[in-house]
């Protein structure tokens, strides 16, 4: 369970966030839509911990996050947080197993144990051939779909998504729909998904609309 109580957050003179509190059940898959600017990626970093509120609070199974300092805060995120973004964030130098196996590196996981796990991964992501390819070599989906790998290796509690979906053709994007569906049924994880696509949010267990930093 989080809950998010209060949140405030601006930059320089532009309150971005105005007092947003909403709680997400366990296993939850959470849409948050509205139109550019409406706050909805500063929230959603907000609650992964990739930027900190200026007040309120966020709980994460009852323990307060805002107040972690950073090194613990960036050992809880590795734990329990896996992110997808708009435009995957692959590392072009690395293949795609060691891209994916990345997060459990930093996590202290032996390199041979986490390749391993990374190799199953995208092999149940479709991507087994793939894993000694560059990500320049991969099609947008199969890149998107790595990415998805890469949030799960360290079988995190909640998956952060933002706009997932808004880099794909029609096509990719039915795949990432099915795939999160999926693994939410498989895993019973938690979702959280920024996104402009009607289709994704509509099939969401909840949908919430954010317009000048609030929840309308």
């Known amino acids: 369970m989080i809950e998010v109580t209060d949140i405030r957050k601006s930059f320089d003179k532009l309150q971005v966030i105005k007092g ?4 997400i059940p366990d296993g939850e898959m959470l849409t948050i839509v ?16 990739l930027e900190r509120a200026d007040s309120g609070s966020v709980k994460f199974d009852g323990e307060e996050i805002t107040v972690m300092k950073d090194a613990k805060l960036a050992r809880f995120r590795n734990r329990n947080m896996g992110f997808v973004f708009q435009f995957h ?13 990345l997060p459990a590196l930093i996590a202290g996981t032996a390199r041979s144990e986490a390749m391993k796990r990374a190799g199953e991964l995208l092999g149940n992501l479709g991507l087994g051939d793939r894993l000694t390819h ?9 890149r998107q779909r790595a990415a998805v790998a890469r949030a799960l290796i360290n079988d995190p509690k909640v998956i952060l998504a933002d706009e997932p979906t808004g880099s794909l053709d029609s ?23 920024v996104t402009h696509d009607d289709k994704l949010a ?12 609030l929840i309308v």
């Not at 560059?134 to 199969?142: H, I, K, V």
């Open 20 to 23: 947003v509190s909403l709680s």
């Open 134 to 142: 560059r990500p320049a070599q991969l099609s947008g989906g199969e």
């Open 171 to 193: 096509h990719n994007r039915a795949e990432l729909y099915k795939l999160f569906f999926d693994l939410r049924a498989a895993t019973g994880k938690t979702f959280i998904i």
């Open 202 to 213: 509509l099939n969401s267990d909840r949908v919430i609309r954010m317009n000048d930093g």
């Open 89 to 101: 964030q692959l590392l072009p130098e690395f293949s795609l197993e060691e891209n994916v196996a």
């Open 34 to 49: 509205g139109p550019s600017g409406a706050g909805k990626t500063t929230l959603l970093q907000i609650i992964g911990t």
